[in-house]
C-alpha cells in the first residue's frame, strides 16, 4: 500500500535562512500526524511544499505516487486538501455555500455530487446557518470553519491543515475534532500543524515535532506528551489532561479528556491508583 | 483606582436588530487583570472594541449606557487594543521591525529620545530584540504578533486590551505572554484580556467575566471556571471538565495541583 | 535613484506627465517619454549591490532587472489605450494621445517603483504634513504592490482547491474573472479593518506624527523642483499665448 504522503530528505530555505533541512517521514492512509515545533520552525513552510506552492531546494515530496515537483498545486489538489494559517486570505466567494463548492467545481465533479460534498463538508463543521452568509461578515473563527470545509469538501487522500484551530472556542474545536476523525476514518491522512497540543491529543496519534528546520522527533503522540523533560528543550509543554493523567498516575497515562474521565471514575471508584 | 467603567452598556452593530453587548457593567482597576471568556460571538471582541473606544466611533453602530475611562486621553496613558489577527494591525510602512514598534509612539507625536526608549523596552519585554532589523514581511505568524503587541506596549497605555493573544503563539510564546500581562498588571496598568486559552487564566486573571450572547453573565475569581455551570457550557478549564465528566463529586479542580490535593484526601 | 529625496521623485513624475500634455504633439510626447523610458531603465540604479529586495523598501534587487521589468510593466499596461485608440482615431490623434497616455502610465509605474510609502510617509510628515494625509498619499502609492500581493494570495488559495490559471483562453478569463470579484470585495474589506487598525495604532484624525527617518533634503534637488515647475509653467504659458 502506498504512503499517502512520504517525504525524503527535503530541504528548503528563503534565500539564506534555512527552513527545512533533511526531513523525512511517511504518512499511511488514515494515520493522524501532528506537525509540531516552535513559531519559525518551518512547519508553515513544510505545508506549502506539499501543496506544491514551492518545490523543495533538495529532496522529493510524494503524494501517494505523485512527485511534488512534477505537478502544479492545481493538479496535487485532487488529493490534497489543504488550509493554511490565513483563513482570510483563502476565502473569496460571495457566500460560504459558494466558497465551499468551489473546489469541486473546479475538480471537474458534477453538480449534484458537488451539492453532497458541499452538504457534508458543512454539516461536518455544523456550518449549514451560516452557508448563505458572506464569508467577510461571519467572526473570524467561522471564517476559518468554512475555509476548513473548502479544504473536507475535495474529500482528498491527504488534508493538510496549517493551526486549524487558533481562536477556537471548546464547542468549534470539538466540531474540528470530529470532521478530522471522520475523515480520517475514511482513510484519509492528516498533517495538522498546530501548537494546541490539547487538540492535537484529543484528535492525533503522532508527533512530529520540527526544531530549526530538522525533524527532532516521529514518534506516537501520546507517549511523547507524557514525557515533560522530551518536551521543555522543544519548546513544548504537556497539556492539562496529559498532565493531569501523570499527576495522579492514572492507569494508562490517558491524554485524551474522555479516556481520562473513564479512567479517574473507574479509580475513584475502586479507590486503588497509587500517587506518582 | 478604577481605570474602566462600563455602566448598563448596550451595543448594537451598524444594520442589526440583535445586540451584541447587552447590559453590561464592568469596572476595572488599575493593576487588575480581568478575563472575557464565553463562546465565539459572545460579545467577547466587541466589548474589548467599546472599551477601547473603536465601538461605536470607528466601527459605527449604536451604543447605550455609559463607559467611563480615566487615563491621559490617547495613546501615552490611554488605551491599546492587541487585535486578533496580527496581519491586520501591521503598518504597512515600516522598513524594519524596529520602525513597525516606532509606528505607534511616532504617530502620537513624542520626541525622538522617548520613541527610543519605549521601543527598546517593548522589543525586549517581547523578548524580539534580535529580531529588530527584520522585515515585518518575513516573519512568522508568533513573530509577528509579538511585534505587534511590542508595537501597542510601546505606546505605554494605561489600559491594556488583548483579543486572543496567544492565537497564533507557541506554547513557549504563550507562556511569555501570560508573564507579560501579569507583569503589566503588576505596573499598575488596567488589563482586559479576552481568550479561549481557559487553563492559562487560574494564574494570570483577577477575575473572570462569563459572556453569553451579549451578556455577563457571572463575573468572579477564577474559581469561576471550575463551576458546574461554566463547564456544562465548555468554559470550565480541562482539568475541571475532565473531573465532572469522570462523575466525582464537586468542588471541582480548577488545576492539576488542585486535583492533586483533592485527591490526597479523598 | 531610491536616494533621491521622495518630493523631488514626485516632482519628476508630474512634471513629466504635465509636459507630455502641454507639449505638442508628437515630438513633445515623444520627448517626454523617452525621458521617463530612460528614468525607468534606470529604476535600480544607486541601490547597493547585494542589497535584499525588502531592505530596499521597494522590493526592488540591484541592477538593470528593476528598470526593465518597470518598462515591460508600463508597455503591457498602456497597450490597451493603443488599441482603443487606434480604432477610434485616425492615425496623427492615435499616436499623439497613446504616446502622453504611455507617458503618463510610464511615470507612474517608475514613480511606483522607486518611492517607497514609508520615505514619503516621513518626507511628508517631516515638511509639516499630518499623519493622516501622509499615510493616505503612500497607501495610494502602495495600493497596486498590496493588491498584487492580495492577488497572489488568492490565486494561490485557488490553485489549492483546483482552480487551473494556465491553460487556454478559456481557463484562463474564467480565472480571470474567478481573481477579481474576490480581489475587489477583499481589498474593500480590508479597508475596514485597516481603519480600525490603524486606529488602534495612534493614527487618528489630527495626528502629528514625529518624523523617525527624515530623508535627506539636498538644496540641488530643491533647486531642481523648482526649475521642473517653473518648466511646466513656462511651457503652460507657451501654449497659451
Known amino acids: 500500500m502506498t504512503d499517502a504522503l512520504r517525504l525524503e530528505r527535503v530541504s528548503f530555505a528563503y534565500g539564506d535562512v534555512t527552513a527545512l533541512a533533511e526531513v523525512s517521514f511517511a504518512l ?40 511534488t515537483r512534477d505537478r502544479p498545486p492545481e493538479q496535487l489538489a485532487r ?80 488534508l493538510v491543515l496549517d493551526e486549524p484551530t487558533a481562536g477556537l472556542d471548546r464547542a468549534l474545536r470539538a466540531r474540528v475534532a470530529s470532521a478530522l476523525l ?3 476514518a475514511a482513510g484519509a491522512a492528516l498533517l495538522v500543524v498546530t501548537h494546541d497540543l490539547a487538540f492535537a491529543a484529543e484528535t492525533l496519534e503522532r508527533a512530529l515535532v520540527l526544531d530549526r528546520g530538522r525533524l527532532a522527533c516521529d514518534e506516537p503522540l501520546a507517549g511523547l506528551l507524557a514525557a515533560p523533560p522530551r518536551l521543555e528543550p522543544l519548546g513544548l509543554a504537556p497539556p492539562a489532561v496529559a498532565a493531569l493523567s501523570r499527576a495522579l498516575g492514572l492507569p494508562g497515562a490517558p491524554v485524551r479528556e474522555a479516556d481520562a474521565a473513564r479512567a479517574l471514575a473507574r479509580v475513584a471508584a475502586g479507590r486503588r491508583a497509587p500517587l506518582d | 483606582m478604577t481605570r474602566l467603567s462600563l455602566e448598563h452598556v448596550s451595543f448594537w452593530y451598524p444594520a442589526t436588530d440583535t445586540p451584541a453587548l ?20 459572545a460579545g467577547a471582541s466587541t466589548l474589548l472594541l467599546v472599551a477601547a473606544d473603536l ?127 501579569r507583569s503589566l498588571a503588576a505596573e499598575g496598568k488596567a488589563v482586559i484580556v479576552a481568550t479561549n486559552d481557559l487553563d492559562a487564566l487560574p494564574d494570570v486573571a483577577d477575575r473572570v467575566v462569563w459572556l453569553e450572547q451579549g451578556r455577563a453573565k457571572k463575573i468572579g475569581p477564577p474559581a469561576l471556571l471550575a463551576e458546574d455551570a461554566l463547564c456544562a457550557a465548555g468554559l470550565g478549564t480541562a482539568v475541571a471538565v475532565v473531573w465532572r465528566a469522570g462523575g466525582l463529586p464537586r468542588p471541582y479542580p480548577l488545576t492539576v495541583d488542585d486535583a492533586v490535593r483533592l485527591w490526597r484526601h479523598r | 535613484m531610491t536616494r533621491l529625496h521622495p518630493f523631488t521623485l514626485l516632482a519628476l513624475a508630474a512634471a513629466l506627465v504635465a509636459l507630455a500634455w502641454l507639449l505638442p504633439a508628437p515630438w513633445g510626447a515623444a520627448g517626454t517619454l523617452a525621458v521617463a ?36 510593466t508600463a508597455v503591457v499596461t498602456a497597450a490597451p489605450f493603443w488599441l482603443f485608440l487606434f480604432i477610434l482615431h485616425d492615425v496623427p490623434t492615435t499616436v499623439a494621445l497613446g504616446l502622453r497616455i504611455t507617458t503618463m502610465v510610464a511615470s507612474v509605474v517608475w514613480l511606483v517603483a522607486v518611492l517607497a510609502p514609508a520615505r514619503l510617509v516621513e518626507a511628508m510628515v517631516a515638511a509639516g504634513w499630518r499623519a493622516g494625509t501622509a499615510y493616505l498619499f503612500a497607501a495610494t502609492l502602495s495600493a497596486v504592490p498590496v493588491l498584487k500581493a492580495r492577488a497572489q494570495r488568492i490565486v494561490e488559495a485557488q490553485r489549492c482547491r ?22 475587489i470585495l477583499s ?50 504659458v507657451w501654449r497659451l499665448a
Not at chain 1, 506537525?35 to 501543496?51: D, F, I, M, Q, Y
Not at chain 1, 488550509?83 to 455555500?97: E, G, I, P
Not at chain 2, 447587552?22 to 465565539?40: K, N, P, W, Y
Open chain 1, 79 to 158: 488529493r490534497v486538501g489543504s488550509m493554511f494559517q490565513y483563513a482570510d486570505q483563502q476565502l473569496f466567494a460571495r457566500t460560504v455555500r459558494d466558497d465551499v463548492s468551489f473546489g469541486p467545481r473546479a475538480l471537474g465533479f458534477a453538480a449534484p455530487e458537488v451539492q453532497q460534498r458541499v452538504g457534508r463538508a458543512l454539516a461536518a463543521l455544523g456550518l449549514e446557518a451560516h452557508a448563505a452568509h458572506h464569508p467577510y461578515d461571519l467572526p473570524p473563527a467561522f471564517r476559518k470553519l468554512a475555509a476548513l470545509a473548502g479544504a473536507l469538501a475535495l474529500e482528498p487522500r491527504l
Open chain 2, 55 to 181: 465601538a461605536p466611533r470607528v466601527v459605527g453602530g449604536r451604543l447605550e449606557g455609559a463607559v467611563d475611562f480615566r487615563g491621559r486621553g490617547n495613546g501615552e496613558g490611554g488605551r491599546g487594543i492587541v487585535l486578533p489577527t496580527p496581519w491586520t494591525q501591521v503598518s504597512g510602512m515600516a522598513f524594519t521591525v524596529w520602525d513597525e514598534v516606532a509606528f505607534g509612539p511616532a504617530n502620537l507625536g513624542w520626541p525622538r529620545e522617548q520613541i527610543t526608549r519605549h521601543v527598546d523596552r517593548a522589543l525586549a519585554r517581547l523578548d524580539i530584540a534580535a529580531l529588530r532589523a527584520r522585515e515585518p514581511a518575513t516573519l512568522s505568524g508568533g513573530e509577528l504578533q509579538r511585534v505587534i503587541i511590542a508595537g501597542i506596549l510601546a505606546m505605554d497605555p494605561a489600559l491594556v486590551l488583548f483579543d486572543e493573544p496567544t492565537a497564533e503563539l507557541d506554547p513557549a510564546g504563550a507562556r511569555m505572554l501570560w508573564r507579560l500581562v
Open chain 3, 37 to 72: 523610458a530612460v528614468l525607468a531603465l534606470f529604476s535600480g540604479a544607486g541601490l547597493t549591490p547585494g542589497a535584499s529586495p525588502g531592505s530596499t523598501g521597494t522590493g526592488m534587487s540591484p541592477g538593470w532587472r528593476p528598470g526593465l521589468v518597470v518598462l515591460r
Open chain 1, 182 to 184: 471522520e475523515r480520517a
Open chain 1, 28 to 67: 499511511g492512509p488514515g494515520e493522524r500526524a501532528a506537525l509540531l515545533g516552535r513559531n519559525g520552525a518551518g512547519k508553515s513552510t513544510l505545508v506549502r511544499l506539499v501543496t506544491g506552492l514551492r518545490r523543495p531546494a533538495a529532496g522529493s515530496i510524494w503524494v501517494e505516487d505523485w512527485d
Open chain 3, 187 to 236: 481589498a474593500l474589506h480590508e479597508v475596514d479593518e485597516r481603519a480600525l487598525a490603524l486606529e488602534s495604532r495612534g493614527l487618528v484624525p489630527g495626528a502629528r506624527r514625529t518624523p523617525l527617518a527624515p530623508p535627506p533634503d539636498r538644496g540641488a534637488e530643491r533647486a531642481v523642483r523648482w526649475a521642473l515647475v517653473a518648466l511646466c509653467v513656462a511651457a503652460l
Open chain 2, 22 to 41: 447587552a447590559d453590561v457593567s464592568l469596572e476595572v482597576a488599575g493593576g487588575e487583570v480581568v478575563a472575557l471568556v464565553g463562546a465565539v460571538g
Open chain 3, 162 to 183: 483546483g482552480l487551473s490559471p494556465r491553460g487556454g483562453l478559456g481557463p484562463r478569463v474564467r480565472a480571470l474573472r474567478a481573481l477579481a470579484l474576490p480581489l
